[in-house]
């Protein structure tokens, strides 16, 4: 059983600094521990209650107790002494809401616990029976309370969108015009809640702002399937009549159902609807836009015309996509050359000095670079994406470090640096000029000139996914809510997103536990985020580094079919 902890004593705590804080060290101050829930065996509770002496015959030890109600967490105990006295407690308040009949504070604080832990009422079953709790609440009642979660937590939502908004257009470069409307850069993508996405009933498209902090503007939940209206077609040949008008019922309530074209499509109509509601949802108007280098974004909102056809709507690239173009070009080429030999005698990869996989990652990262230090100037930009292929054709009686940045090259000028460990050979150098011809080129350079990044979007569809994930099948309903909280994590963190989600779904009294928690859990992700770029690209290089040791010594190395 759960219990609320009232007046029942409490014990001296220091305060940790903050420096010192980890999630382990929840330490409510002593006028805090009144507003805890414990959790209490009944016979624990029998024995404290025979403590004392009935107010009535002044008897101690001489209580029975009986559980006379139950509903999930909710417990009514009734105590009976053997001279006829009865009191009854009840560890659980009614809930403030006004659709709120018959449900308390204890029972909706575990639905919100399923959907922030991302395991529904049958996770969170095992997780009370693991701790000897009888199960949360019926089904039929489970359901009362995820209505009364969905408005409260799409109330939550539609703040911090709002709050978004306001941030990006103050940091928007241009003013807002005589309406009132302000144009913005945006980010945006698409997710699926399977891993082939093409082929998913549920996919998310998401618009993410580039002020500073990234916040999520809007998004667009798109479903090709509705649990309701699967399950009348059980009665469909039973009962047709009753069915065709359960199915009115229903369809005049809404469907889940809100997408009938293909999976692939999700996107781009999220898309579409995202930009034709921005106006007048946020006073936003999205004129440029940052994309992968998916084109249909692009081809819907041009028929669109979202802000009609006087506007035009601009597409940059995402640079982190663009820049993969250069492995993916690489490894074609790499794959092309295999079984033969160079003008060296030698193939193209295979070998240390070769074109590894792990050199690929470099130049390919290189690419990137270059392509991220001059985003705004073309011409720039073409010289330190073609540094890179001289760097590596150097060597010391030949260098070529002409359109090399000093401040990044300056080792391989000094005579104690070993320069055949950073260079490749004529002959592979040569086979690399045609892709490096194509993918330096002015014409192919032009396309992400001025472009940003979508990893505000990726991130945010990484909140999404942990809250729903991908191993299982989720109902529309429940991606909608799950979509909506992990806007509210990444815009203002988990403290503010339970604080006012507790009190919007009618939970008045305080809760100094969950908000020490939630505080502590803010300042590990704080402190996450606050890591230097560099620093989490170092791990990750030294990860793949590692990765691709590990594989070149195994003596059986996966291979689709190699042994057939």
């Not at 659709?99 to 504070?105: C, I, L, Q």
């Not at 990262?365 to 100037?377: E, M, N």
């Not at 992700?525 to 890591?531: G, L, N, P, S, T």
Request: a positive charge.
């Amino acid at each position: 059983m759960w219990w609320h902890l009232q007046n029942l004593g409490y014990v001296t705590l220091l305060e940790p600094k903050e420096e010192e804080h980890h999630l382990t060290d929840i330490l409510p101050t002593p006028e805090n521990f009144d507003n805890v829930n414990l959790i209490v065996g009944m016979q624990f509770l029998i024995n404290l209650v025979n403590r004392f002496c009935c107010p009535s015959c002044r008897r101690i030890g001489k209580m029975n107790s009986r559980v006379t109600q139950r509903r999930g967490l909710l417990y009514n105990i009734t105590f009976t002494c053997e001279c006829s006295y009865e009191t009854s407690i009840c560890n659980s308040s009614p809930l403030n809401n006004p659709a709120s009949s018959r449900m308390d504070e204890l029972n909706m604080q575990v639905y919100i616990a399923a959907n922030v832990g991302g395991i529904k009422r049958y996770g969170m079953t095992q997780i009370l029976g693991c701790l000897n709790i009888l199960p949360p609440v019926q089904r039929a009642n489970w359901n009362k309370y995820q209505s009364i979660y969905a408005k409260s937590i799409k109330t939550v939502a539609d703040k911090s969108l709002e709050a978004a908004a306001i941030e990006a257009a103050d940091q928007a470069e241009e003013p807002f015009d005589h309406q009132g409307v302000t144009n913005v850069t945006v980010s945006i993508d698409g997710s699926w809640l399977t891993r082939r996405g093409h082929s998913s009933l549920h996919g998310v498209a998401t618009c993410c702002s580039t002020a500073d902090p990234p916040k999520v503007l809007d998004y667009e939940v798109l479903s090709r399937h509705c649990s309701t209206c699967a399950g009348l077609l059980g009665i469909k040949d039973m009962d047709q009549q009753s069915y065709e008008q359960l199915l009115q019922e229903h369809l005049i309530s809404g469907c889940d159902a809100n997408h009938a074209g293909s999976s692939a499509g999700m996107e781009a109509a999220g898309v579409v609807s995202i930009f034709c509601r921005s106006e007048n949802k946020h006073l936003l108007r999205y004129t440029t836009f940052i994309a992968d280098g998916d084109a249909a974004n692009e081809r819907a909102l041009l028929d669109a015309e979202p802000y009609g056809p006087d506007i035009k709507i601009r597409r940059l690239q995402c640079i982190g996509h663009f820049s993969k173009r250069m492995r993916t070009a690489l490894q074609t080429l790499k794959k092309s050359y295999k079984g033969e030999k160079l003008s060296d005698g030698l193939s193209i990869g295979g070998r240390k000095g070769r074109l590894t996989d792990e050199k690929i990652n470099q130049l390919t990262r290189y690419y990137g670079s270059a392509i991220r230090s001059h985003v705004h100037d073309l011409q720039s930009m073409k010289a330190a994406c073609w540094s890179t292929y001289y760097h590596y054709k150097s060597t010391r009686s030949n260098p070529q470090h002409d359109f090399c940045d000093p401040s990044k090259c300056y080792l391989y000028r000094q005579k104690t640096f070993d320069v055949a460990k950073h260079s490749l050979p004529e002959a592979v150098m040569d086979a690399l000029l045609p892709v490096y011809q194509k993918m330096c080129s002015e014409e192919m350079l032009q396309k992400v000139v001025d472009g940003g990044s979508t990893n505000t979007n990726e991130s945010f569809h990484n909140q999404i996914w942990s809250l729903c994930p991908k191993t299982q099948f989720h109902p529309a309903q429940y991606i909608k809510t799950s979509v909506a909280l992990a806007a509210c994590f990444y815009n203002e963190g988990y403290l503010w997103t339970i604080t006012n989600l507790l009190t919007i779904c009618g939970i008045d009294r305080p809760n100094p536990a969950c908000s020490q928690v939630f505080h502590l859990v803010d300042i590990q992700r704080q402190k996450e985020e606050k890591k230097k770029p560099n620093i989490r690209q170092q791990q990750r290089q030294v990860r793949l580094r590692q990765d691709i040791s590990l594989n070149s010594q195994e003596k059986y190395p996966y291979a689709s079919g190699g042994f057939d």
